[in-house]
Nanobody, 131 residues
Framework: QVLLQEYEGGLVQPGGSLRLSCVVS????????MAWFRQGPLKEREFVTSINWSGGNYIYADSVKGRFTVSRDNRKSTLYLQMSDLKPEDTAVYFC????????????????????????WGQGTQVTVSS
């Protein structure tokens, strides 16, 4: 079966940094676009970022542009999220997800930002930003 396991969340001061990891197994990782979503207390799940199958293109939510960086290592079947200048409003459970369909575009194709295109989720990892 397909497994998505998020790691390395934690407690951090405002302005600090964290790097999240998502280890994927049970599918040909390099054939799938990937995404990060998050859900804060009493909030709906929201899009954070996505990256295409090759790592050659990606998009970000406006709220994290300039602070977060998404990347992937296709040899290790691992997705990453580097987070800097963290703010209290970044506090949430962070989830990784893979696309419902195998990618069909070229190396630089733009990935989706639509929730419905990423319907499979990991268990999530908690990020808390507080002083």
């Amino acid at each position: 079966q397909v497994l998505l396991q998020e790691y390395e969340g934690g407690l951090v001061q405002p302005g600090g940094s964290l790097r999240l990891s998502c280890v994927v197994s049970g599918l040909p990782f390099r054939r799938y676009d990937m995404a990060w979503f998050r859900q804060g207390p009493l909030k709906e799940r929201e899009f954070v970022t996505s990256i295409n199958w090759s790592g050659g293109n990606y998009i970000y939510a406006d709220s994290v542009k300039g602070r977060f960086t998404v990347s992937r290592d296709n040899r290790k079947s691992t997705l990453y999220l580097q987070m800097s200048d963290l703010k209290p409003e970044d506090t949430a459970v962070y989830f990784c997800a893979y696309a419902r369909r195998e990618a069909s575009g070229d190396y630089y194709t733009v990935p989706s930002r639509l929730t419905r295109d990423f319907g499979t989720w990991g268990q999530g990892t908690q990020v808390t930003v507080s002083s």
